[in-house]
């Protein structure tokens, strides 16, 4: 599991924006491939948000992508599922359903995974 702390400045920043006064950071972690970058998954007291860092053009000059952020009472389900591949290398799929739409955070390691599902069938429920 990730410290906020330790995440790049930039992504801390953008986190930041999202987040009201009230909200707390409950938990973070990575997940994603390694040939596509890194994903930021951070869970708060009333949302997820999942980042990831995009290039223009060039090496040179980045963006931040929010790939996902989601109120909690907007989420229906909350899922995991695992293939070979991911039994392999201890990874798991974590799907959040909304509304009829699905989003997929994909090749979490499994340990960080259940605790984040746990962490959010708890705050789902509130």
């Known amino acids: 599991m990730a410290q906020f702390e330790l995440l790049p400045t930039d992504i801390q920043e953008a986190v930041k924006a999202h987040l ?26 009333k949302r997820i948000i999942v980042m990831n860092v995009r290039n223009i053009g ?6 931040i992508n929010v790939r996902c952020d989601v109120l909690f009472a907007n989420v229906t389900k ?3 599922n695992r293939s070979f591949k991911n039994k392999l290398l ?5 799907s959040i359903q909304i509304n009829g739409y699905e ?5 979490a390691n499994s340990r960080e995974a ?9 705050l789902v429920s509130k």
Do not use: R
Not at 21 to 35: N, Q, R, T, W, Y
Not at 103 to 107: A, E, G, M, S, V
Not at 114 to 122: G, H, R
């Open 20 to 45: 009201t006064p009230d909200e707390e950071i409950k938990m973070c972690f990575l997940a994603g491939s390694v040939f596509l970058g890194p994903e930021y998954v951070v869970i708060t007291s």
């Open 58 to 63: 060039s090496l040179s000059k980045s963006y």
């Open 78 to 80: 909350i899922n995991t």
């Open 90 to 94: 201890g990874q798991t799929n974590i």
């Open 103 to 107: 989003h997929l955070i994909n090749n």
């Open 114 to 122: 259940n605790q984040a599902v746990e962490l959010l069938s708890s």
